[in-house]
C-alpha cells in the first residue's frame, strides 16, 4: 500500500523562523528601516510575535535599532552575510569590462577590492599599458587606513559601522604620509565622502599614488571599491581631481550593473 503524501510544509514548518525570514526580507528593501509597529503592520503580525522575533534577531545581531528614530534596519553582519552570497566572482563578473575600460581610458593598473572583517581583499586587477606597474596577487590583503579601497569603503558605510570597524583597527605607519590618528582619518573619511573619491598620497608605498571610489549594492551599501594605481610621476597630485571623477564615474557604472539607482 503506499503512505499518503506528506504535506512537508505543514509538517516542517516553523513559524517564528518563518516571521524571522519575513522581517529579514522585508528591511532588505526598507534602506531607512522601519519601526516595530510598521513591521508589525506590514506583515500583519501579532505585536507579541513581532516583538519577540525582532528582539531576537536584534540580540543576534541581525538587526540594529536606532533608539532615536525607533528605526530598525539590517546590522552590518547582516549585510556582510549579503555580500558573502554575492560571491566575489560575480563581483568580479560584473566588474572586469568596466575595469579594463577604466585601464584603456587612464592606462594605469586598475585594482577591484572589497573589505572582509577589519581588512581588505584584492578581487581583482587589470595590469597597466606601461612597461614599469605595479603587480598585485589576487587575494592579497591591504590595510583599510593607508589604502584607497579601505577609505572609499569605510567613508560610505552607516556612521556605526564605520565606527565598529575603526574600534578594531591600529593606523600602523608604513611610510611618512601614513595618516596615524583617528581623529585625522574621520577627517579625512568626510572629504572623500564629499568629493566621491579617495586618494592615497604614498601612504601605504612610499613613492606609489592611488585613486579609487566606492562601489555600491542595490541597497546603496559599499560592497567594493575601484581604483587605479601608478608611479607618483605618473599621478601627480594636479590629476588627483580630474582623475579622481573619472574612476568615480566607472565606479558608478560598476553599481549600476550590481543594481543600485544613483539618488
Not at 62 to 81: A, G, P, V
Request: proline share 3%; glycine share 6%.
Amino acid at each position: 500500500m503506499n503512505k499518503p503524501k506528506t504535506d512537508l510544509k505543514s509538517e516542517y514548518n516553523v513559524p517564528n523562523l518563518e516571521r524571522g525570514l519575513l522581517v529579514i526580507e522585508l528591511l532588505a528593501t526598507k534602506k531607512n528601516g522601519l519601526t516595530l509597529a510598521e513591521i508589525t503592520e506590514t506583515l500583519a503580525l501579532t505585536k507579541t510575535s513581532a516583538f519577540r522575533v525582532v528582539s531576537t534577531l536584534i540580540f543576534k545581531n541581525y538587526l540594529q535599532k536606532n533608539e532615536t528614530t525607533k528605526k530598525i534596519t539590517l546590522s552590518r553582519k547582516m549585510l556582510t552575510l549579503g555580500i558573502s552570497a554575492m560571491t566575489e566572482q560575480s563581483i568580479v563578473e560584473m566588474s572586469i569590462d568596466v575595469m579594463r575600460a577604466l585601464r584603456d581610458e587612464l592606462k594605469e593598473s586598475v585594482m577591484l577590492g572589497i573589505l572582509l572583517g577589519d581588512k581588505g581583499t584584492i578581487l581583482e586587477q587589470v595590469s597597466s599599458s606601461y612597461p614599469v606597474k605595479l603587480f598585485v596577487e589576487q587575494g592579497t590583503q591591504f590595510s583599510l587606513h593607508s589604502s584607497v579601497g579601505g577609505k572609499s569603503i569605510l567613508a560610505n558605510m552607516p556612521q556605526e559601522d564605520c565606527d565598529d570597524i575603526l574600534k578594531k583597527i591600529t593606523l600602523t605607519k608604513f611610510t611618512k604620509n601614513t595618516i596615524t590618528s583617528k581623529k585625522e582619518f574621520k577627517k579625512t573619511l568626510l572629504d572623500v565622502k564629499q568629493k566621491g573619491y579617495a586618494i592615497d598620497n604614498g601612504e601605504d608605498i612610499q613613492g606609489i599614488h592611488c585613486i579609487g571610489a566606492p562601489i555600491y549594492n542595490e541597497s546603496g551599501y559599499p560592497v567594493a571599491a575601484l581604483w587605479i594605481t601608478a608611479p607618483h610621476g605618473r599621478l601627480p597630485h594636479e590629476e588627483f581631481d580630474s582623475k579622481g571623477k573619472i574612476i568615480a564615474q566607472y565606479a558608478l557604472d560598476i553599481s549600476t550593473k550590481l543594481g543600485y539607482i544613483s539618488q
